[in-house]
């Protein structure tokens, strides 16, 4: 399974944009699929994950309420929606297959992903 991911750019604080995470190989309907994101100087972090047939989701804090996660099974793809945008927000953002559950009772933990995508960098500037 090999991932991508597409739909970074330049966006002002407060704007929006759609990531999306795709795979010739991704089934949607087994393949928990998780988002992360590193900031320059930092480690990577959680930022969500979408559970499969079922739809379960669980966003990191810093997020809840501004980020959502769609699919579209037909084109093997996951979508972040990623709205009201803050400079926090900088850094290249990754997807990746879980070998765990997504579950917003559960913790979203990088040693369960893998492979990763080679990443779509996202860009906060006034």
């Known amino acids: 399974l090999q991932l991508v991911e597409s739909g970074g750019g330049l966006v002002q604080p407060g704007g929006s944009l759609r990531l999306s995470c795709t795979g010739s190989?991704?089934?949607?309907?087994?393949?928990?699929i998780g988002w992360f994101r590193q900031a320059p100087g930092k480690e990577r972090e959680a930022v969500s994950c979408?559970?499969?047939?079922?739809?379960?989701?669980n966003f990191a804090d810093s997020v809840k309420g501004r980020f959502t996660l769609s699919r579209d099974n037909a084109k093997n793809t996951v979508y972040l929606q990623m709205d009201m945008l803050k400079p926090a927000a900088t850094g290249v953002y990754y997807c990746?297959?879980?070998?765990?559950?997504?579950?917003?009772?559960?913790?979203?933990?990088?040693?369960?992903?893998?492979?990763w995508g080679p990443g779509t960098q996202v860009t906060l500037s006034s």
């Open positions: 990746a297959r879980a070998s765990t559950l997504c579950s917003a009772s559960l913790p979203i933990l990088t040693e369960y992903y893998d492979p």
């Open positions: 190989e991704l089934l949607l309907d087994r393949h928990v």
């Open positions: 979408l559970g499969t047939s079922g739809g379960r989701t």
